[in-house]
């Protein structure tokens, strides 16, 4: 019987070597006279591992990683295809504590199953969720998703059922499901994993919005730093229309659901609801005035649900299992599960899918390991490019959307950077003012003109020139860009900024060395 | 791969015909243009602008709103460095500092050869693996300066 072996076709995975790694193996199994089958699948998330592979043995898979190339042959030298010892051996993937102290709902299938095998994806659980959903009345649905207290995934994490009840009230000839796969922040992958790792869920999850709201045709906006990305959900797309779960009869029900994929064109920006659909109708991606919402006045003027793409991918599950199991995890009025992106400087770096509640502070030691570089933990970025610095003393914060309000932060797509103790926050909060000026859409000016004032103050007040005074200038300018924004980039890029000279003084105060410290460039 | 072609109205023309009865379809014509020949012509906005009854100014207005589409053609080979945040914890800017030396090029510049463009990029999702870049369409992560001149060493000697 032919050995099941796993290599990750992620393309995180395939960056450090994943492809190499399966022409090697299957150049050697040839040379050796052993019949294996290579099973592209998504990632695990267990990046500081990839790439991993995995042998099935006896129905429980066992992980090797982080595998080179040059490892190949002495793996299967360990017979590594009965799960034989190696100095890579991980043991079996399931009980790898990382993996093992997860709670995955969401990512319950990404990384085990073939990401474009419709049977491994029913065998896993799939379209449990659109075969009840097409039992029930569109309200029905709505109240389902409301009552699991799902809030949306995208940043801004405004309750997903409410979203849905406005368009489904919201009389139209058409209506739009909007996938919002932009995915700007840095420090996050997790939308990327999906689309690569169990595309069926997204569009099954589209699927259900569709007819939860009455609409019946949906777009997915990926960004084109996602080339990969968009042609796996191109291929999945393809395969659910052939098998009749995407068209004009979904699972034979007489009702109708079709989807088209369109790429971003490298804007941060257009991951703003607004702005990502004038760009979606091939227009500049400038953000548009709110009222009406997109709920109202959506995609080419009509009703349109617009969701980030876990907030989609969460949905299946919810109507699978009921409102009641999801909404049991979680704190406070932050309820379900997050997957959350732990990268940056991290020794184990990956995604952890938990429910809200876990500290910072667990995060970063017992999944993370600590710093990669080794040296002292400093500072970490939550939430983006639009997300606060933490230093050390708030590591207790829990993850909930509350308590990071509370903490002028955000919680945003769930993107964890970690800094170690070269990290100079000065230079850090530069960025910011200048990621901003880069990538405004230049409707208001505190956005478009006080980002790039603000590189000057901080220039200034890196070169040591009337540090007390520029601080105040910086400090105004931040309350202009606050007050006086049409949308969060310019809103909201103040919060590092402010967070950075709040919880890391030091680093401003140029008259000091501080131990550690990059000098400035 | 890529290999750009040389821009030619005629195949651009028949790229537009392809896409332009798509909802929104600027985006989609604009990146099969750029896909075809590493660049939009601006000599075919004329054509764009009417195929999609826009105005010239309009669709002007379009490609320089997106950090996507060049205006003149690519060296034979891009290579896109992440700046972003995650990248930056792990040294990117050492990465950057060695990649414009090495090239000879500032971010935006193509090399005398012609070999390579180097561009600037705000986050590949590949942050766990920072830092990361891509040459042409593939990705890369946990590179360094060692890394970097091999892989350029590799696309340089590809046609
Ligand atoms: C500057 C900016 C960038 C944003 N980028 C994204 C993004 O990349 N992905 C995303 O889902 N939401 C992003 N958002 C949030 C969206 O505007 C919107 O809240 C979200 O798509 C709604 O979906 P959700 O309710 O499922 O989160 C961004 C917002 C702003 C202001
Ligand atoms: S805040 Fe900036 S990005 Fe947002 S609408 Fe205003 S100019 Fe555009
Ligand atoms: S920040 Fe560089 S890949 Fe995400």
Known sequence: MSVRVFVPGDSAALSVGADEVAERLAAEARARKLDLTIVRNGSRGLYWLEPLIEVQVDGARIAYGPVAVEDVASLFDANFVAGGAHKLRQGPTDEIPYLKKQQRLTFARCGITDPLSLDDYRAHGGYRGLTRALELAPDAIVKEVIDSGLRGRGGAGFPTGIKWRTVLATPADRKYIVCNADEG??????????MEGDPFVLIEGMTIAGLAVGATEGYIYIRSEYPHAFRQMNRAIELAHRAGLLGSNLMGSGKAFELHTRLGAGAYICGEETSLL?????????????PPLPAIEGLFGKPTVINNVISLASVPIILDRGAEHYRDFGMGRSRGTLPIQLAGNIKQGGLVELAFGITLRQLIDEFGGGTASGRPFRAVQVGGPL???????????????????????????GGVVVFDDSVDLALQARFAMEFCAIESCGKCTPCRIGSTRGVEVIDRIVAGTEIGKNLTVLDDLCETMIDGSLCALGGLTPFPVLSAVKHFPEDFDRSSPRAGRRSAA | MPNYAVWDDKAASSLIDEHRAKPGALLPILHALQERFGYVDGGIVPTLAKALNLSRAEVHGVISFYHDFRDSPPGRHVVRLCRAEACQSMGNEQLITHAKQRLGVDFHETTHDGRFTLEAVYCLGNCACAPALTIDDKVYGRVDAARLDQLLDQAGKRP
């Open chain 1, 185 to 194: 922040d840095s420090g996050t992958f997790s939308d990327r994993m999906i």
């Open chain 1, 387 to 413: 997300g606060a610095y933490f230093p050390e003393k708030l590591l207790d914060t829990p993850l909930d959307y509350e308590a990071f309000a509370a903490l002028k932060g955000m919680l945003g797509h």
């Open chain 1, 278 to 290: 004038e760009s979606l109708e091939g227009k500049r991606g400038q953000v548009r005035f709110k």
